[in-house]
């Protein structure tokens, strides 16, 4: 069973950075797609960024293009999102998610991730 832990938020003020890490167990991820997705109050979860263990290949969010990093460390079996010049906007709780890697080429959709962290919020102030 899939395990997915998140840590690293917190409150910043805008402009600010944040990196936020998803420890993951249960599986050998190598075969495994991480999401991370975000939701605001009153506002539906958003994909965010997402990386293929296997290749590292990396996907992200229009929004967040430029801004956000997501790696992955395959010793600690942990994926980090590096979030830099923080914005109010980005005001959310974080989740991590896993997902088996199939080949698809939708995973910026929630219903590809089969495993979901409990969320760590982040609050940037203006």
């Known amino acids: 069973q899939v395990q997915l832990v998140e840590s690293g938020g917190g409150l910043v003020q805008a402009g600010g950075s944040l990196r936020l890490s998803c420890a993951a167990s249960?599986?050998?991820?190598?075969?495994?797609?991480m999401g991370w997705f975000r939701q605001a109050p009153g506002k539906e979860r958003e994909f965010v960024a997402a990386?293929?263990?296997?290749?590292?290949?990396?996907y992200y969010a229009d929004s967040v293009k430029g801004r956000f990093t997501i790696s992955r460390d395959s010793a600690k079996n942990t994926v980090y999102l590096q979030i830099n010049m923080l914005k109010p906007e980005d005001t959310a709780v974080y989740y991590c998610?896993?997902?088996?890697?199939?080949?698809?080429?939708?995973?910026?959709?929630?219903?590809?991730?089969?495993?979901w962290g409990q969320g760590t919020q982040v609050t940037v102030s203006s």
């Open positions: 990386i293929r263990w296997s290749d590292g290949n990396t």
């Open positions: 249960g599986r050998t991820f190598s075969r495994y797609v």
């Open positions: 998610a896993a997902a088996a890697d199939r080949g698809y080429s939708d995973y910026d959709r929630n219903y590809r991730y089969g495993a």
